[in-house]
């Protein structure tokens, strides 16, 4: 029979699991965007000076919905935003294979910033709401350390998905890791 300190042990590890995993598949939308840049631009037509606007719609949007979308994790819990971040993750990495021009490509990626944004003010809420003072230090670490390795792994499956299919069916089934993530965090 377990006791009640080990259910609350599965708890916090659960938290920092998933929180961990959304940093990590979070953080790969730039990669992708950035080692796809040149087919985009190819496929699309696109100067470097669209491309240019195009990566900095996404980070706009991101800093402007920031602060809103932290405080709505603190309002209303980390559990419905960080589902939401996911859920529009999903969504715009899936729709970013889908634009047909300069107009679509800048909305997505400019939409995507707006949804992505409050992820990591979430998941502070989600570490002050399961874990104690002590240990939420080395989460956050955890938490950074799995965001770069996000980045840094996206070159790899970029490359391997690469050898199987073009730069549009590669946003959509890179989507498909958080749609995993989603329904397992709903579980």
């Known amino acids: 029979m377990r006791s009640k300190g080990d259910a609350c042990d599965n708890s916090r590890a ?4 998933f929180s961990i995993a959304l940093a990590v598949f979070t953080s790969m939308d730039r990669s992708v965007l950035s080692l796809t840049r040149g087919r985009i631009a190819a496929d699309l037509q696109l100067s470097d ?31 419905g935003v960080m589902t939401r971040i996911a859920l529009w993750w999903v969504a715009f990495m899936a729709a970013t294979g889908a634009v047909i021009g ?9 939409l995507f910033g707006a949804g992505a944004s409050g992820c990591y003010p979430s998941i502070a809420r989600a570490f002050a709401n399961f874990l104690s003072p002590r240990e ?38 890179l989507s498909l890791i958080g749609l995993t993530w989603v329904i397992a965090f709903r579980r």
């Open 102 to 110: 300069f107009a679509s490509l800048y909305l997505t990626q400019f």
């Open 14 to 17: 659960t938290v920092i699991f």
């Open 136 to 173: 939420r230090a080395r989460a956050q670490g955890m938490i950074w350390l799995g965001a770069r390795w996000g980045g840094a792994s996206t070159p790899i499956i970029v490359a391997f998905l690469f050898r199987f299919m073009g730069w549009r069916s590669a946003f959509l089934a």
């Open 49 to 79: 000076v669209r491309m240019g606007l195009v990566f900095g719609a996404f980070t706009v949007a991101y800093a402007l919905c920031e602060i809103p979308s932290g405080f709505l994790g603190d309002r209303t819990g980390p559990q």
